[in-house]
């Protein structure tokens, strides 16, 4: 692994030295051509398009109760507990998230309130294969659910050998509404503008390849989508007294996700950063998931040494990191020195799984340095604000200089007009 | 104005029959060359393009405090005290919304939180000649203020006859740190990329041309950006009970901003509608910006009869206005009838007017229907979360079966082995 010892300058460049995933035009097109016809053609365009690229003949686009029944009763012990336990801390956690509204009836004559909303309901993507993992069915589904969300109603690719169980049965334990097959573009076209099976929803969250987040993209405004994911990221702060084992077994764990995940270590010791990049060989030989893992260490990853704490942090806040470790001694003193993170992971025992799975925070979290103004998805993201006010007549008279001297600056005499229409007469004659 | 008796159902489709701004290819393509021309040659395109565009050679591009303070100091009494009265307002307001973290230590061995962060740097973009709005000013500025935001930079087209002396009197009395002369995609490249005069900022907010819109989609991702406001809208629903005069006055006062903007009523009261169709007709003549009001009303105004409230609501909770006016009796008892709206407005005497200048809800609202799942600016707009967890040894070890399960299940060993490190050689010999 890459050891640089440079000016916190000269670090933040060379950090900066990855490139960002660049939109294709002809995918853009392509993505543009299939939503057209899926909002002209509805559950035809998707039945279509899944004997053409997913190879099925579909009757239902809908998966029966009867099949998500069984998937959930076929589950292992083992997975069915992790996924309860998860399912339990999520709930316990994310609970925390829930926005109450506010009412101030303070001054005479005023109410002024703020209502919180859930949306009514909320499309959710899983991708087939190998990347339908059954924690973020949860880390999706489950924070709609907190929020009051009425319907969500689940998407993913049809698949040859039939829908993964596990991820059937992850659907049932978050309480998804429906579960319909259809991937790709496709899906979020149908989720956004509705078929004769698939009723549009108001919001689409969930992973998915180039085809899916262009297709999200495309779609924002019709209905909100979540962040679009870069590749995985974790920087870990650590000192002398972290265990390089530890540490490159955390860097790996991120590696492993994608050929352009990010692993980072900031350091003020050279010791450990040379221990940490030994071990980070070492490991990487019996991983399963190597080619993956090495080419993300090897392409993107790095080890930094810094000369001071101040300058270990000033570089994290820059790097913005989805996942950041804190292996430091009394690593919680140092929270408000941490200005930019998607989720935080304090001490030796915080290793990062840890949050992919059971710790509660949720794990779809901001990526590529958009930590500077992102935050994790929670229950936030599935309701919505209407503010309120009512005003007695004195009240509003009160104001009316105001209101109506700034209306009339702005060159707007309507809404002068339309405030003093409630007092039209008033001074004229007091009794009409 | 048109009146329709209809079903819920026919209402809702007729409702719908008015078209989205489309995107255009020409614009999204000179938006493309402006902001990679900024991210190359900084500050010297933007002198250019102040030239070229504005008409105005520039040495400085930022704004001077001299030239601010003198513009404060002119501004007219009633002016002054009318915006102080809508900074104390959306203060003691928008407080309300400041979002605090959270704390859980209530397991042995696990502390789970919430930091709340605010955003570093925002830009917030305000239009040139007659569009320039101080109120614009206070609602996007002052949020962020009371988040924290550390700096708040305003860029505006630089004018011919010199910037609005209201404009930066706003800005000063709104708190912003500095101003800056440039305006149109220049301008949001500038605060997204940085430039030698302008830092980049973490997230743009505030009102512009399809220029300036499609330049804030262009940077989305790079930086946060708010939404697109579309035109305005108001939607009243109203009974018998309520003053035709008045709600004529009201419809007009968002008519009057854009020949785009809609104005809608919806009542059960047949009466009520010819005589609101009729007032609307003689308001209009009197007014300054007849033209555009006439033009909004003629071709996107309507009023719809419904046979009940419940439909009247159903109909206007489809439509999910950015303003909505409740002119019914008793109006606060509907409150949990209404599920989408920017803003409303509850009774005979909160006008929408008195939402844009000075009741203290923001008036930076969802529009075009978005109002399903966005909810005003706020100051959640300018804060972002991270999620913390630490966790003992012991606590770690009673998940550790879970983590390991559902990492093996997705085929992620490293993430497996990350947990187990820490626990590596316990069974093996516990006193090594």
Chains 1, 2 share one sequence.
Do not use: C, W
């Not at 050891?3 to 916190?8: A, C, G, M, R, V």
């Not at 509003?396 to 707007?412: M, S």
């Amino acid at each position: 692994m890459k050891i640089y010892e440079k000016s916190l300058a000269e670090m933040k460049q060379i950090a900066k030295s990855y490139t960002k995933q660049a939109s294709d035009p002809q995918v853009e097109k392509r993505v543009a051509d299939i939503i057209a016809n899926v909002k002209e053609r509805g559950d035809a365009a998707l039945k279509e398009y899944a004997k053409a690229f997913d190879g099925v003949a579909l009757d239902n686009l809908r998966v029966s109760q009867a099949q998500i029944d069984a998937a959930y009763d076929g589950l292992s012990d083992d997975l069915k507990s992790a996924l309860e336990l998860a399912k339990k801390n999520i709930i316990s956690y994310q609970s925390m998230e829930v926005q109450n509204g506010f009412i101030d009836s303070s001054k005479s004559g005023i109410i002024r309130g703020q209502k919180v909303t859930p949306l009514q309901r909320v499309g959710l993507y899983v991708p087939g294969g190998t990347a339908a993992y059954p924690s973020t069915i949860l880390m999706n589904a489950l924070p709609a659910k907190i929020a009051g969300v009425d319907e969500i109603v689940m998407v993913t690719p049809p698949q040859k050998e039939g829908l993964s169980p596990v991820v059937l049965a992850a659907a049932k334990i978050a309480g998804v509404s429906a579960i319909f097959q259809v991937g790709g573009a496709q899906a979020i076209a149908a989720l956004a503008f509705g078929t004769e099976s698939i009723e549009a929803v108001n919001k689409i969250v969930g992973p998915g390849n180039i085809y899916v987040a262009t297709a999200k993209k495309q779609v924002f405004g019709q209905v909100a989508i979540d962040m679009v994911a870069g590749p995985s990221e974790i920087g870990i702060l650590a000192d002398d007294t972290a265990d390089p084992v530890d540490l490159a077994a955390d860097l790996l764990s991120q590696a492993e996700h994608d050929r352009r995940a990010r692993a980072m270590l900031v350091t003020d010791s050279k010791d450990l950063a040379l221990a940490v990049s030994q071990e980070v060989g070492r490991q990487l030989e019996t991983l399963p998931r190597k080619a993956i893992a090495q080419a993300a260490i090897e392409d993107r990853g790095f080890i930094a040494v810094m000369p001071s704490i101040p300058d270990m942090f000033a570089l994290m806040n820059d790097l913005a990191p989805e996942h950041l470790e804190v292996q430091l001694e009394n690593p919680m003193q140092y929270l408000s020195d941490i200005r930019n993170a998607g989720s935080i992971f304090l001490g030796k025992y915080a290793s990062e799984p840890l949050g992919d799975y059971v710790a509660g925070p949720n794990h779809v979290l901001p990526t590529g340095g958009t930590a500077k103004f992102s935050s994790p998805l929670g229950v936030y993201d599935f309701v919505k604000t209407s503010s309120f006010v009512q005003f007695s007549k004195e009240a509003l008279q009160e104001d009316l200089a105001a209101i109506t001297a700034l209306a009339r600056a702005e060159g707007l005499e309507a809404h002068a007009r339309a405030v003093e229409s409630r007092f039209r007469g008033v001074t004229a004659n007091e009794n009409s």
